[in-house]
């Protein structure tokens, strides 16, 4: 069973939590939900495809950089007349002076990821060639999340998980002692091991249907996988790791 290995940054994610039109939040890690829709986006899928065979695909995420949460300050109909202003539930209009609707909006700033994706053979496949030539553009997580590096980093993995002890880090190389690496599974990484946290971010249906499912954190020391800094540093080290591999 072959695999994929992607890396999601760029200014800002996205990855949404529970809730409401006044309130978006993100959670601090891409989330099942939000790298199906990538992954759909790319294959050029509409919002209420069904995804079935998205649902059979498993996601391994390494935290290259945390980054931080951020607040985006919104207000919609301010300063317009009433027919003007955002209409409520009952698709009525405001009363005069509280046309003005105030929203936040959650974003991670300076935050990298390194992804593994796998499946069956014939459903990475068609990713990995969507992924490469994509029908609309990938986000993450919003589609104002523009990545700021290619997506794809390997296609036709053998082990992508393990692969992920190898590829460099996307992060600053410390003056001081090495920094342990975080992994978010979708797996037990160990047999019987109680998840740590159960997010609603599971397919069950067609459309924007979810259920919650485990997931599962750990930190680990990564001897193979340099720090190989930001900017042209990283995508130097990247590139020297994929001509070794590819020659391999």
């Known amino acids: 069973m072959t695999g994929l290995l992607l890396h999601l940054s760029g200014p800002l994610q996205s990855w949404g939590g529970p809730a409401d039109f006044e309130i978006r939040t993100t959670r601090r890690r891409p989330t099942r939900s939000g790298l199906t829709g990538l992954l759909a986006c790319a294959l ?72 593994a994706v796998t499946g069956p053979d014939d459903v990475v496949r068609v990713c990995g060639a969507a992924l490469g030539h994509p029908v609309y553009a990938p986000h993450l997580g919003r589609r104002s999340c523009v990545p700021d590096t290619p997506v794809l980093v390997r296609a036709d993995v053998p082990d992508p998980v393990a692969e992920l002890d190898l590829v460099p880090l996307h992060r600053a190389k410390a003056p001081g002692p090495r920094q342990p690496v975080t992994f978010v599974y979708d797996t037990a990484p160990e047999p019987g091991a109680p998840p740590d946290d159960e997010p609603r971010d599971r397919l069950r249906g067609p459309g924007r249907l979810f259920t919650r499912g485990p997931v599962w954190e750990r930190r680990r020391e990564l001897p193979d ?20 591999a590819a020659a391999a």
């Open 44 to 115: 050029g899928r509409v919002r209420d495809s069904a995804n079935a065979d998205l649902a059979e695909l498993r996601f391994t995420v390494r935290v290259d950089r945390p980054g931080r949460r951020e607040r985006d300050f919104h207000t919609v109909g301010g300063g317009h007349p009433r027919h003007r202003t955002p209409p409520t539930a009952e698709g009525k209009f405001r009363k005069l002076g509280e046309g003005t609707v105030v929203t936040e909006r959650w974003y991670l700033t300076d935050a990298a990821f390194t992804v």
């Open 225 to 244: 996988a340099p720090d190989a800094g930001r900017g042209t540093a990283w995508i130097a080290a990247l590139t020297a790791y994929r001509e070794e």
